[in-house]
């Protein structure tokens, strides 16, 4: 899972204003943008929600678009790389996992995605870019609980860190662990 965040874990503005990036007068670095570039880069497949694949261009590779609104199409270029169409559901979405063992699927929110795929532990590397940012209101990397069962808590362990820029922006590279060990 990538995502980029602020220091009190907003991923988006709440009020729909400005894109997230810097560039259009949002909040994220240049610096986020290329680190999650990178990530879609170096994936096989990639998993988002209708948001998140809708703000996106073309990746050109094979899309999976998380969704109860199959009838729905995107609305962006990336459209035109959606493989597959999975519901929400645990079993639907071990499921499609089970059959793509191996691949390197990359989760790209937004935070009702990020919610189910953290709740059944479904993410083995989080991948955060934090901005040096705290905002007033904002959508969370988690949304409030709309998925019934899973887990309520990960753990993650840090394995590696990088700052990005002058600012402090930061690269936090975690695994999911079962239990913490010291």
Known sequence: MVACCTLNGSIARSDGGAPNQEKYGGWTSAEDKEEFWREVRQADIVLGGRNALNEMPRVRKPVALLTRQKSLELTSRAADDVAWTVEPHQSDVRLFLDYRRG??????????TYDFMLRWNFVDRLVLVVEPLIMKAGIRLTSAPIFNGGQEDNK???QRHKVLNSRGTLRLDYTRVNEWTL
């Not at 691949?103 to 009702?112: L, N, Q």
Request: aromatic share 8%.
């Open 103 to 112: 691949k390197r699927i990359v989760v790209c929110g937004g935070a009702t």
């Open 156 to 158: 993650f362990i840090l």
